[in-house]
Every structure is written in structure tokens, then in C-alpha cells.
Nanobody, 127 residues
Framework: QVQLVESGGGLVQAGGSLRLSCAAS???????MGWFRQAPGKEREFVCA????????DYADSVKGRFTISRENAKATVYLEVTSLKPENTAVYYC?????????????????????WGQGTQVTVSS
């Protein structure tokens, strides 16, 4: 069983930045890791993903150039650097782990690809 714990969320002004972290516990960290978010009143949506080796990433068009995903396998942690934040980026941000496909981000945009989910961390962007 894998547990994922997100941290780093908070209240930030528009244009600001945050660094979200997702720490995994378990026997292995050999997963493709993804970040998703759910804004108030909306469905959860894909943000980005990264393969186990870090060599392949995928980003939603809405965050390209502003968000960066990375990972430190030795610490079993994945990060999401979010910059140039906008009020519409207000959401609960979730990390997720795909055990079945650790070497590809093909399919990583779909929630069904992930077996494990964290509880989320709230990001609130004020205008």
C-alpha cells in the first residue's frame, strides 16, 4: 500500500509562486506521478505528470510554461513548482501514483490510470 501526502499549499497573491510537495511512503517509488486539481464547483482535471526516471513529462496546455513538475526518487517525493499564479488556479491540488506504467506518460492525463491518491493540498490565489 502506498500513502501520498501533499504539502506546500496556502494563500498567495496573484502573480505569486508556491512549491507543492508530495511524499510517498511504501516499498517503492517506481511510479509515474501525476498532479491533478479540483476547483470549486468543477471536476478534477489533469495538471501534469512525470515518469519514474524523470525523463518524460506531460503538462496540460493551461499550465505549460508556468508549472514545473520534478521528483527526487531518493526522497520518494514529487514536486510541483507553480508560478505566475492566477485566481482561477485556486483549487485543491492532488498527487497520484500510477504503478502500472512507470516509464511512460501516455495515458497519464486520465484519472483511471492512477491507483493511489493523496488527500490534496489547498491553493488559494487572491486577486
Amino acid at each position: 500500500q502506498v500513502q501520498l501526502v501533499e504539502s506546500g499549499g496556502g494563500l498567495v497573491q496573484a502573480g505569486g509562486s508556491l512549491r507543492l510537495s508530495c511524499a510517498a511512503s511504501g516499498r517503492t517509488f517506481r511510479y509515474t506521478m501525476g498532479w491533478f486539481r479540483q476547483a470549486p464547483g468543477k471536476e478534477r482535471e489533469f495538471v501534469c505528470a512525470i515518469t519514474w526516471g524523470g525523463g518524460n513529462t506531460d503538462y496540460a496546455d493551461s499550465v505549460k510554461g508556468r508549472f514545473t513538475i520534478s521528483r527526487e526518487n531518493a526522497k520518494a517525493t514529487v514536486y510541483l513548482e507553480v508560478t505566475s499564479l492566477k485566481p482561477e488556479n485556486t483549487a485543491v491540488y492532488y498527487c497520484a501514483a500510477d504503478r502500472t506504467n512507470p516509464y511512460t506518460v501516455v495515458g497519464a492525463r486520465y484519472e483511471a490510470a492512477y491507483e493511489y491518491w493523496g488527500q490534496g493540498t489547498q491553493v488559494t490565489v487572491s486577486s
